[in-house]
């Protein structure tokens, strides 16, 4: 059973670098055909996918997000990466990462995300 543990530095200032690490284990983040996003949530937005990263490294961005974040992963240590740059107080939302293991590769469909971690909150604030 794969196991997402989000962790973040909870209040980050306008205009500053967020970054998010989710550590993965119950599994490799290289098994085919695994994917691993993120996803964030907020009483304004609702649900809203921020970006994927497959198995193999391949990468895909929400077009409204695309400008300002950066997914990644290090597999020695099991763990994707959430950079946002730029943030505002729009970006104040608990943030989740999530896996798939459907071979569709419908990074953008969050209804197709089968493991989710339980969510770490950053707010932005000065």
């Known amino acids: 059973q794969v196991q997402l543990q989000e962790s973040g530095p909870g209040v980050v200032k306008p205009s500053q670098t967020l970054s998010l690490t989710c550590t993965v284990s119950?599994?490799?983040?290289?098994?085919?055909?695994?994917?691993w996003g993120w996803i964030r949530q907020s009483p304004e937005k609702g649900l809203e996918w921020i970006a994927a990263?497959?198995?193999?490294?391949?990468?895909d961005y929400s077009p409204s997000l695309a400008s300002r974040a950066s997914i990644s992963r290090d597999t020695s240590k099991s763990q994707i990466t959430l950079q946002l740059t730029s943030v505002t107080p729009e970006d104040t939302a608990a943030y989740y990462c999530?896996?798939?293991?459907?071979?569709?590769?419908?990074?953008?469909?969050?209804?197709?995300?089968?493991?989710w971690g339980q969510g770490t909150q950053v707010t932005v604030a000065s």
């Open positions: 999530a896996a798939s293991r459907r071979s569709g590769y419908n990074y953008r469909l969050i209804d197709e995300y089968d493991y």
């Open positions: 119950g599994g490799s983040i290289t098994t085919r055909p695994y994917y």
């Open positions: 990263i497959a198995y193999n490294g391949v990468t």
